[in-house]
């Protein structure tokens, strides 16, 4: 090992392990549902107004014709009765995908929040416009004998299903909001170092999911009611984070906030070497999770000047903002590293004026602090 390299925060053992996630294995039609992605926009008192995103693809040579249906049921902590929220008629061209946005209106919606951590299930039903029976005639191979066959058509092409929670997340002049409601993050470091020592290595990043549900409870019996993601484990690696679904899948039913950190997190090394690509690809596997409420794809790297800084945040912002405009965006925690005194850009960190503040620095969702 190359001790000029190793790092404080992270075992001195370089064989770190990993947790690869899960594996699936969808057996689908021609046509079938790619992606659901279903969120809050507003919240009205007890009413939320809700949008599901719908990718559909259709991979056959035909046109298809059928009705998208979105479905929904309390799941978590109360279960309750599946009732349809909203459908559309829709058209698909040969080799079409495409994404069908519906909008509702959910009363008296059972909103998700530390206090009370409801969850929803969420299907989308994606139902052929054909059905029934459909006899065809054919000749043998011999072209003496006409045969028939009967083709049975299926009316449901697919079924697609998540689990979310409905809530908004806001910043107001300063002031940290769930569904409009100020909230206070107590939300502690999670480096992910445990015991026993000699495990530490190989636990850093892939833990057992009883010690994920331990840690978890912990801060909850700590009166803390979230997180910062900050696993560390090199200064080498070019990513340094994870994106474990486990801790959300918990965390979105005990009722904890995350300071997500996605796998292409950025430590101290300049961010501009970060996987972008892989930083939205993370973004689009948990932005169900309504535990999540801030991206912060990095902790204090290297930014030397203004124009590399606003490059960087440029880059997360376009990995990000595109796939999920719904949480606060963070590109670093410590924004005293991007060399700007104030919090509105007019000033460097020397105090001395800024001729031009770039748009991104105060752009739609952007958060800064100084952890």
Request: charged residues 25%.
């Given at each position: 090992a190359n001790f000029k390299q190793m790092m404080h925060h992270c075992p001195t053992d370089p064989n770190i392990g990993w947790f690869a996630g899960r594996s699936f294995l969808h057996l689908v039609r021609s046509t079938?549902?790619?992606?659901?992605y279903v969120y809050a926009n507003t919240i009205e008192g007890q009413d939320a107004e809700v949008t599901a995103e719908v990718t559909l693809y259709n991979t056959s040579y035909t046109f298809y014709k059928g009705q998208l249906q979105v479905l929904l049921k309390d799941w978590f902590p109360t279960d309750g009765k599946e009732w349809v929220a909203d459908s559309v008629e829709v058209e698909l061209q040969p080799q079409e995908q495409r994404t069908q946005k519906l909008r509702f209106?959910?009363?008296?919606?059972?909103?998700?929040?530390?206090?009370?951590?409801?969850?929803?299930?969420?299907?989308?039903?994606?139902?052929?416009?054909?059905?029934?029976?459909?006899?065809?005639?054919?000749?043998?191979?011999?072209?003496?004998?006409?045969?028939?066959?009967?083709?049975?058509?299926?009316?449901?092409?697919?079924?697609?299903?998540?689990?979310?929670?409905?809530?908004?997340?806001?910043?107001?002049?300063?002031?940290?909001?769930?569904?409009?409601?100020?909230?206070?993050?107590?939300a502690p470091l999670?480096?992910?170092?445990?015991?026993?020592?000699?495990?530490?290595?190989?636990?850093?990043?892939?833990?057992?999911?009883?010690?994920?549900?331990?840690?978890?409870?912990?801060?909850?019996?700590?009166?803390?009611?979230?997180?910062?993601?900050?696993?560390?484990?090199?200064?080498?690696?070019?990513?340094?984070?994870?994106?474990?679904?486990?801790?959300?899948?918990?965390?979105?039913?005990?009722?904890?906030?995350?300071?997500?950190?996605?796998?292409?997190?950025?430590?101290?090394?300049?961010?501009?070497?970060?996987?972008?690509?892989?930083?939205?690809?993370?973004?689009?596997?948990?932005?169900?999770?309504?535990?999540?409420?801030?991206?912060?794809?990095?902790?204090?790297?290297?930014?030397?000047?203004?124009?590399s800084a606003m490059a960087y945040w440029h880059k997360v912002y376009d990995a990000i903002y595109p796939n999920d405009t719904t949480r606060l965006i963070t590109p670093t925690a410590d924004f005293r590293h991007t060399r700007v005194y104030n919090d509105s850009g007019s000033r460097d960190d020397k105090r001395r004026p800024v001729s031009y503040c770039d748009p991104v620095w105060t752009a739609n969702r952007i958060s800064r602090g100084s952890m």
């Open positions: 079938f549902v790619s992606d659901l209106r959910v009363k008296d919606a059972h909103l998700w929040s530390v206090q009370e951590p409801q969850l929803y299930q969420v299907r989308a039903l994606l139902v052929n416009s054909v059905s029934g029976k459909k006899t065809e005639t054919f000749s043998a191979v011999d072209g003496d004998l006409a045969r028939t066959r009967e083709l049975v058509i299926d009316k449901l092409t697919d079924d697609y299903v998540i689990t979310t929670g409905f809530r908004t997340i806001e910043q107001d002049d300063g002031t940290f909001r769930i569904n409009g409601q100020p909230e206070l993050l107590r999670y480096f992910g170092q445990r015991f026993p020592l000699e495990r530490n290595a190989l636990d850093l990043l892939c833990p057992h999911s009883e010690d994920i549900m331990k840690e978890l409870l912990a801060v909850k019996k700590m009166n803390g009611n979230g997180m910062r993601m900050s696993a560390h484990w090199s200064d080498d690696n070019p990513q340094d984070g994870t994106n474990d679904p486990r801790f959300t899948e918990i965390a979105d039913q005990l009722g904890l906030m995350f300071i997500w950190q996605t796998a292409s997190w950025i430590r101290l090394r300049s961010p501009l070497v970060a996987d972008f690509e892989g930083m939205a690809e993370d973004v689009r596997q948990l932005r169900n999770a309504p535990s999540i409420v801030i991206w912060q794809p990095s902790n204090h790297p290297s930014l030397t000047d203004w124009k």
